[in-house]
């Protein structure tokens, strides 16, 4: 599916739709949907920086664990570090405004949603690749250090980070406490330390 929207070709693909959709009817913890919430406001405010600063993407294309985007902002440009960082900041944001709510209305609804939205602030302010804490540590060691080194200093930390989850997910699995996710996150780090830099 692709459509414009303020001068921005958007692609959808099938099988991101296809993922999004079986992830909506399996989920049994009523999770899915405001993480999906906390994902979308997520990419929102780095698209709403772009905007601001007239550096709109030209194309965005969502496909299964990853948004493509294609701009004409030149990488390491000056934009780069606020546009990585609004994303995080709507999170927390939000994790403040529904806390407060939460203080206010002793709703747990609110305190769930607001949980979501400080874990996927966080985790997107790690300063791995592909990540925007990556992003904004790889722009500063450019600026302080030669291309060569801030990419060895990004690929150290990739693979620490990957080899630190994979300790948690098998001593969990010792423990009789599976979680994929610690395997997933250390198998992504590691790709991502060998096809990004």
């Known amino acids: 599916m692709r459509f414009k929207f303020f001068g921005t070709e958007f692609y959808i693909s099938f099988l991101f739709a296809a993922v999004i959709t079986a992830m909506l009817v399996f989920d049994r913890t009523g999770f899915i949907l405001p993480l999906l919430f906390a994902v979308l406001v997520h990419e929102l405010g780095h698209l709403a920086a772009m905007w601001v600063l007239d550096c709109a993407p030209k194309r965005i294309r969502l496909v299964p664990a990853a948004v493509e985007i294609t701009t004409k902002l030149q990488s390491g440009g000056r934009y780069e570090i606020f546009i990585a960082l609004c994303g995080p900041a709507i999170n927390l944001f939000l994790f403040a405004i529904l806390f407060l709510n939460y203080l206010a209305f002793s709703n747990d609804s609110y305190l769930t949603i607001g949980l979501i939205n400080l874990l996927i602030g966080l985790f997107n302010l790690l300063p791995v690749t592909g990540l925007d804490g990556g992003t904004v540590l790889f722009n500063i060691l450019r600026r302080k250090a030669e291309l060569s080194k801030a990419m060895l200093?990004?690929?150290?930390i990739n693979l620490s980070v990957a080899?630190?989850?994979?300790?948690?997910?098998?001593?969990?699995c010792f423990?009789?406490?599976?979680?994929?996710?610690?395997?997933?996150l250390a198998l992504y780090l590691a790709v991502m330390s060998v096809i990004k830099i």
């Open 153 to 156: 200093i990004m690929r150290t």
């Open 175 to 184: 423990k009789g406490q599976f979680n994929l996710s610690f395997f997933i």
């Open 163 to 172: 080899l630190a989850a994979l300790v948690i997910g098998v001593t969990l």
